[in-house]
């Protein structure tokens, strides 16, 4: 429970960071510890990592919900390569300020560590989680609604299931 909580948390902060970025891109240039010592200012260039956030916090929290591991590697994906590229910055040319070296450290490459661990430690899912799930809980609203018994539908999706991971 505390693992699928943090996992939240990052992409909470994941998503929070997305919305700073692309809500107030000159601030978040200003504001955040060596991002102009990286070259000048280019409100387009922090937009779109602004909306690479985004989907990284989506599809984290997508998978979190859903328990699919692989979901949230994915919407790992960005930050991690972000964070291995700082970590190359750093290895080469070190941190232009202490403030800096605490944003690299504290808010780029430590959280994406931590949470690709926690990913990892997510146990893989199986039959009856995920979209699964999703589907049978359709189903049954479904049955609910129209006073229709569905049964035949949820062995033929529980058959396909099996059938497509063998």
Do not use: K
């Not at 049964?151 to 991971?165: F, W």
């Amino acid at each position: 429970m505390i693992q699928r909580s943090l996992l939240y948390l990052g992409a909470v902060f994941y998503l929070l960071n997305g919305v700073r970025m692309i809500a107030d891109p000159q601030g978040f240039f200003d504001g955040t510890a060596g991002v102009s010592a990286t070259g000048g200012y280019n409100m387009h260039f922090i937009v779109d990592i602004g909306f690479a956030f985004l989907v990284s916090a989506g599809a984290m929290a997508a998978g979190v919900w859903l328990r699919q591991r692989s979901l949230i590697l994915a919407g790992l994906a960005w930050p991690v390569l972000h964070a291995a590229f700082h970590t190359a910055g750093l290895a080469m040319h070190g941190a232009v300020s202490g403030a800096a070296w605490v944003v690299e450290t504290g808010g780029v490459i430590l959280p994406a560590l931590v949470l690709v661990v926690l990913a990892l430690r997510v146990p893989l899912a199986g039959l009856g989680t995920g979209m699964p799930r999703l589907v049978h809980a359709g189903l049954r609203r479904f049955e609910a609604q129209w006073s229709y018994d569905a049964a035949y539908l949820h062995r033929l999706s529980i058959r396909c299931r099996t059938a497509c991971a063998s």
